[in-house]
């Protein structure tokens, strides 16, 4: 277990080495275009290599990697050229509001998708089963976009019952938080419970399920006791990579609806060049990524005993 | 030799019993007619199209309304700059229905490279080529499109790089994974001792044994690369404008949504509908390939 964490961890920094690298090469291959973001375009030559002086891009790359590595390193993100603010005090409040999005989502997901997908997989072929999966496969064929669209059509423009918009200008508001959410979960819900109706339907054909009918068992019994603990292994795993899923699923969301979260702000930088806030955002996204992968997989192994002794 | 001469027929054979096959799942079908649908409205769109996706005729014109000077009915309405929304979605199906295949298609052609060279040969080449792929797939895949194409611009052609970039590790993962498995039938073997070239064995003997499982993995992508053209042309990001796109017609009719439904909910529901096509189509293969 220890061997797993420290490889990851290995991994982990190998990952947030070659992103930044990779990021730093794509963002400063045009250092006079990043100028022309920030000063305007009727800004002068002059003007924008003295606003590159200033900033220190005349030095080499590879030096100004170097400068931002070691400043990482001590937990300074730097200054963005966007927003005039230290990265950290931007980022953080950001990350909290899209952890907030993400937390309501996940706690309607998680019941609904498990529920269905147990109730589709549990008699396969059914009447239900038929209906559980097409509506999974339908709400996942909708952008999240087109789905916004649509939800606020109806619940905005027709109806007239919530706000639609989410900038919380006026303080921390919920009933904005309701077409978010709305829209990550229907984008979301249908794939986890169709992973969680394979695994129980598979978990259906074992003998021991078999077995455990034929010796008369209360079908109930079945169910609960012997198919769900095994059947619910699998899904396990995909929720926490959904998490990961998450990062760039609220992007267009937070666009949509103008919420002030992570994936607005890491769009508004990337269109802005704003390297910092981009390079911290990605380790962020990188940092989770591994992270999750890492919770899955140390969970699997706990649930699953077979995993360890194979 | 007799028996690669039998391949390709025996294949063929293969494709068109699973094409049979399909009849039987309705759920395929109507997924495959959805995608035909699409496909005809794209290849007809100079017929179909009853005006020009760039021509002025009434601004903001509600759908069904008669547009007095051609003596036409604007079905679906007409958008802010007063262009035709039907004839604009026909336009769009072009776009979309060439940029998708092509970025897909580039996104297979490497991850097929990639991953029977880290399937096959193993060693080194396998552990360079997973240790890349894993580092790709774990960054969000939105935010590599999004930095790309803005760092670059927007372009068709970025948008195929982009998407290959980010798509062929996934594939990649796939294609190793049932290379590792069938690196060690017989009929591979008996080709290593024929002497054949690994490029050989890896194109003639295990790619066409490895198609099934591409093939559904190849429509569900489609879906997806279709949703994330979509979702470019949305951010602003997509197509420069005035190509009839319909991520970017949603984006450009955003800010009147509340007055104009129409403008952004036609192209929603087209896009909905194409994206349902190729989900459907794979459950329906997929369905299938397990009947056998």
Known sequence: ?310 | MTDIAKTPSSSTGAALRSIALLRESWIGMLGAGLILFWVLVALFAPLLAPHDPLAILQPFAKPGTLHAASGTTLWLGADNLGRDILSRIIWGSRTVLIYAPLATGCAYVVGIIMGLAAGYHRGWWDTVLSRIGDIILSFPVLVLYIIVIATFGASGFNIVIAITFASAPGIMRIVRGLALDLRNRDYVAASQTRGETSFYIMMVEILPNARGPLIVDACVRLGYVIITIGVLGFLGLGLPPPNPDWGGMVNEARGMAMIFPHMTLIPCAAISSLVLGFNLLADGLREVSLRD
């Open chain 1, 1 to 310: 277990m220890l061997i797993l964490i420290a490889k990851r961890i290995g991994f982990m920094v190998m990952t947030m080495v070659a992103v930044s690298i990779l990021l730093f090469l794509v963002l400063e291959i045009s250092p006079g275009s990043v100028a022309t973001k920030v000063l305007g375009q009727y800004a002068s030559d002059e003007q924008k290599n003295i606003w590159l002086e200033q900033h220190g891009y005349f030095e080499p790359l590879w030096y100004r990697y170097g400068v931002w590595a070691g400043n990482f390193m001590t937990g300074e993100l730097g200054v963005s050229h966007r927003f005039k603010v230290p990265v950290g005090d931007i980022m953080w409040p950001r990350l909290w509001n899209t952890a907030v999005l993400g937390f309501w989502t996940f706690a309607l997901i998680i019941p609904a998708s498990l529920i269905l997908g147990v109730l589709a997989g549990m008699r396969e072929g059914s009447k239900l089963d038929r209906a559980i999966s097409i509506t999974s496969v339908l709400t996942t064929s909708i952008p999240e976009f087109a789905s916004a669209v649509f939800l606020s059509a109806i619940f905005v423009f027709g109806l007239k019952w919530l706000p639609g918009t989410s900038g919380m200008i006026n303080g921390f508001d919920p009933t904005q938080l309701i077409l978010p959410v709305m829209v990550l979960f229907l984008y979301d819900f249908g794939y986890v419970a169709r992973m969680t109706r394979a695994s129980m339907a598979e978990v259906m054909t074992t003998p021991y399920i078999r077995t455990a009918i034929l010796k008369g068992l209360p079908y109930r019994q079945v169910i609960v006791k012997h198919a769900l603990r095994n059947a619910l292994i699998a899904p396990f795993t995909v929720i926490m990579l959904q998490l990961n899923w998450l990062l760039s699923g609220v992007i267009v969301v937070e666009f949509f609806f103008a919420y002030k979260g992570f994936g607005a702000l890491l769009l508004e930088a990337s269109l802005n060049q704003d390297i910092f806030v981009i390079e911290a955002c990605a380790m962020v996204a990188v940092f989770v990524a591994v992270a999750t992968q890492t919770i899955a997989d140390i969970g699997y192994t706990y649930l699953n005993p077979r995993i360890r002794f194979s």
